[in-house]
């Protein structure tokens, strides 16, 4: 049996819910709330809310203590335990259906569109310089919706790829390294920590003609050995796993190298960029989206 807890908070308190996950190991993802605006179909805004959710099994983990977790995390931020709804499902039940049914495409910048598979596509697409990414979101965070992805897109339209050797970090759903293989990245690792977001990695890999270009793996940062220097680096992971782990995998990087950054929220950014200088990285440009801090690096 599962359990999927839905968490509704305001946008600046996922990171430290997340948090929260990360401590108990358990499936999490993310959906940044949005209504829509006008007519088309990608015509949409943030709420500033958005729902965290915690997918948890009977038989792998101590479910009442995740409750009582969640609840303690609420009360000790301040926030209503009616923030909490939560969705029971069987073995055999696909618990991500509701999700698909509200994933839309998304267009990111005016070049680059997220969707999934089973969307038509859209008008524009058939521009040459348009980038489109198909996304099965499966039990993986990444959908293109959170602003972190998006401040990572934007970036990585900023460099030239074509030949390059790249190490995404935090992959999720893949979506940072299939735009890098589609603009012609000689190849790449994306490291993940879950193995069922490998797993959903590996099948949109497929979906975008990538596979046998595009190394997948499941690992701890901490533990993770490059077999070679890389030529750039992305990460949209967490302000504590930057700042803990950043001195292990600069190294990773060629001097000169890029290097590009999300997942930092407002309260932890000044802690972040001083890592940054501590370590050799020159922050050549950051960038928010709501609370959320994005950054463009070389290595000094």
Known sequence: ????????????????????????????????????????????????ETIVSFVVSSVEQDVAAIEVAINQWLRDFSLSADAVTVEEYSDNQDWMAGFRAHFKPICVGEN???????????????????????????????TGTH??????????AKIVPAGQFFLDLGAGSGI???YLMKHDAEGGVAIEIE?????????????????????????DLGKYKPEIEADGIVANITSPVILEYLPVFT???????????????????????EAFARNGWVNLQEKTDGDWHGFYLTRS
């Open 251 to 273: 190294p990773w990087v060629k001097k000169g190298g890029w290097g590009i950054f999300s997942g930092v929220n407002s309260t932890n950014a000044p802690l972040v960029k």
């Open 176 to 178: 940072l390294s299939f």
């Open 112 to 142: 680059i569109v997220i969707r999934p598979p089973w969307e038509p596509e859209l008008p524009h697409e058939i521009k040459p310089q348009t980038t489109t990414i198909l996304i099965d979101p499966g039990m993986a965070f990444g």
């Open 1 to 48: 049996m599962l359990k999927r807890f839905n968490v509704r908070i305001p946008s600046d308190f996922e990171e430290p819910l997340l948090g929260l996950a990360d401590r108990f190991g358990v499936s999490v993802f993310s959906s940044p709330q949005i209504r829509d605006e006008g007519m088309g179909e990608t015509d949409f805004v943030y709420t500033g």
């Open 195 to 219: 193995g069922a977001a490998v797993e959903n990695m590996r099948k949109n890999a497929a979906l975008n003609g990538i596979s046998d270009r595009l190394k997948m793996i499941c690992a």
């Open 147 to 156: 602003e972190t992805t998006r401040l990572c897109l934007e970036f990585l």
